[in-house]
């Protein structure tokens, strides 16, 4: 066949996958968001997903929100916030618009601490809050006083203690980190206890030299019983990984799968800045006791750049604690896995799959492939309850809607079909 | 039928799901064997699918508003009951996938990942709806993989492009519309067990390849590989693409000492482009053009039958005459019991070469003869649905086959047909052919012989001999079992031949000796070219004949199956159609070369 377009598609993909497999993030501290964010504000919110105004956002995400505007001294509680908002007075923003992602809604403000990832291949970073544990959290849309606390104890004790941690190991490198992750059951998006367990080890001995006492205490016991802790940094990672293989001229490769509990959004590497989005789907998956599938809220959550740069559900093969959410068996996980070849242009042999024989896992999403197979990217995810300050009520699978990817094919026809 | 009025007819639409044609007929063909079902509908909701319906009398509400890409289940049945039953087990049937292939349980979805799992996979079988044939086919292509591409309304633009990419991969692509082939031992497509011999076979028409090489067979030779190019490889827009490649391999085929060329008769100057290249392979070379003469001498052989072709091939390969079974009638005892009204032969086909060697070979007893696919176009039916005069159908043409399986899968239309020419006053002679061998029909005289049974009672009934002969084309080593079938189609009654031209020759005396007369057919003759180059095949020989093939297929469970019992190495891509065949991103996708 002819080639029609204006560009060389493949040598685009090629060019993409190259600064996937090449870049190299290190966790390099943990610093306020308006120190590190270019361009970050006192009143702006970054949220998960593609951009959403206030009337079309789901429960969690308006949690959230209350939440960060009350912890940032902003409103003085619910009814307060909501009017600020209401007024006008509160700028909204994508996190992925600030090179930030957040898991759940996402919800980061301008003095809350974020991990800092250094692309050290391409120089460019990404952020990411910090995980908060379990239970009633901001990014499932809670902003009760014990919520609230742990989030000024984050800020207040654990980030310093953790950043100088960091500082005096000389950098975490997460590729590294990622690597570990897949050779110890990890898929790094619905399951981060290796990884977790792993950040505690690491940074232990760095903790011990700068802090002591009922601080340290404190610190390792959120290291201790957060199996989610590396969760953050590991997506930050991806962010950094997919950000260095953006806006390459003529590429079909997905850079950018995010969901803001109302709609699920994509960015595609050759169409700039550009999202396509449709509404969010509700996942599937298996509930906490007492909740159901009827008290899950659509989609919601950044931690899809898991997926996007080849992890997280992309790597189930790897995963076999947690083959329940894929029916049962390990010979299930392994499938999943085989699936996402068919739709990516590379493996990344950094993360190589015990189970697969060490194949590299399936990176870099081409958007001609997902709409040719029909075959849409698998996300694996924590469900939250659609309303606020309920927290997780579960856990599953859930794909993203065909219609974006559609979308984002006619815009690339468009853009390079002359 | 009796009580018609009285059917319940019940639906199921199964909305976006793709099935291949040929999976739901077969499923069609299970359901309407239940008990109390008179008859059912497997198909997609299409405008002409609708039509099908309708006029079966499977039509309800929920039918009339289904879209095209839903599937719809319709029964017809006796009692409530039996409708809900056949539903539920069609609903079964659907959802039953073939066991996995040793190894892993993953379906792979694209022949690229096929590939992945297969390792050293060397052929793709295609056998996908022709709109989306030429995109797989090209997939495989990209893959390094020689291509059987058994599917047909492929266009001949695209035909011509996958040919020149093949050519430039050093791959072979047999087809488009490629029935038959032998690879190295292993039949792909429809295709007859035979033994492994010397004897390599080039053929542009798939039933006169099996023909052919169970004749071999039966004579005690055997086949080194047999290389189908599709239909239309010696037309003039193809050129011969294909064929020349074939021609070469055989040539670098240290296995092979005889070749076989079969093709109708070709383009005159491909074919003469063709004969020598078949000169220059040092080979000898028997060759049938069915209808075409060739001058013999530089190596060239020329037959100017199917049968003859395998003696002839026979010959040159073991030094021998090869012994083959003897007509089995005395055409004057049988031309002395008809009735007057008896003067007419009536052939219904399942294979096209046979058809079109049977249009042939019966002009010299009859003159021109009638026929959906004629000589002339003269000779042209009507339609195809009413016989006149001497008359020999394709029973596997479009027009005849509409929903439906091929007669070589499914025998039902082609019954219906026999006990309507059975019916027929004027019919003197019935001329069936039967082909036996891999992913054909498992059984093919279970339903023939009664039919065959019941067109001469119903002839006898009318106070009349039915002669009934029957060419089967077949080998003892078919899975159908030659011996038995050729036994039971006796019994019913059923003169039963191997050899094509004897069965016609039969028929053909038979109507001379009720008063028609003809004179030979001639499609004129093909002398070779004075100067023809023989491409270098090594790199597709190397890599085509290296040991037993081993198998992506893509499309028809069946070719699987049939692969699988003959022990070669086979993956089946869970194939889809691109972007749900939606038309819209089809067409943007090829822009974007995906």
Redesign the interface.
Known sequence: ?P???SVD??SANETVADRILRSQPVLVGVAPAADVIPGMQPNLILHAGPPIDWPRMSGPLRGAVIGGLIFEGLAADEHSAVAMVEAGAVAFAPCHHYQTVGPMAGVTTASMPVYVIENRAYGNRAFSNLNEGYGKVLRYGAYGEDVLTRLRWLRDVFAPSAHRALEHLGGLDMKNMIAQQIQMGDEGHNRNRAGSAMFARVLAPHLAHIASGEPLASVLAYLAENDLAILNPVMAACKATMDAAAGVEGS?VVTCMARNGTDFGIRVSGLGERWFTAPAEVPVGLFFPGFSQADANPDIGDSTITETAGIGAFAMAAAPAIVKFVGGSP?MA??ST??M??ITVTENPAYGIPQLDFRGTPTGI?V??V?????TPRVNTGIAHHQPGIGQVGAGLVRPPLACF?QA??A??ER??P | MTGESRLIVRSIIKPSAYFDSVTLMLMQRDVRSLPGVAEAGVVMGTAANKELLRDAGLMTAEIDVSRSDDLILSVAAETEEAATHALARAEELLLRRPPPASG???R???I??AV?QLPGANVALISVPGRFAAGVA?EALDAQLHVMLFSDNVSLEDER?LKAIAAGRGLLLMGPDCGTAIVSGAGLGFANRVRPGTIGVVGAAGTGMQVVTSLIHRAGAGISQALGTGSRDLSGTIGGTSALSALSVLAADPATDVIVLISKPPDPQVGALLLAAAQRTEKPAVVVFVGATVPAGGGLHPAATLDEAARAAVRLATGTEPVLAEPRALPAQEAARLAPTQRYIRGLYGGGTLCYEALVLLARYVGPVHSNTPLTPSAALPSATRSMFHTVLDMGADELMVGRLHPMIDSDLRIQRLLREADDPETAVLLLDVVLGYAANPDPSRDLAPAIEEARHRAAAGGRWLPVVVTLCGTDDDPQNFQAQTDTLAEAGAIVETAHSDAVRLAGLIAEATGSHGAPYRAGSIAPAADAALSDASQIAASLLAGAPRVINVGLGLFEESLRAQGVEVLSVDW?P???GKQK?ID???????
């Not at chain 1, 709409?371 to 075959?375: E, L």
């Not at chain 2, 943007?588 to 070369?593: R, S, T, V």
């Open positions: 066949m080639r029609v377009t598609i493949e079909t010979a392994l499938e085989l699936e070849y068919e081409d001609r492939k709409i040719k197979t029909g075959i559609e094919l006619e690339f026809a390079y079909l | 892993s349980a993953y792979p979805k694209t690229a990942s992945r090209r492009a889809q691109p972007a749900g991103y943007l996708l090829n822009k974007l070369d995906a």
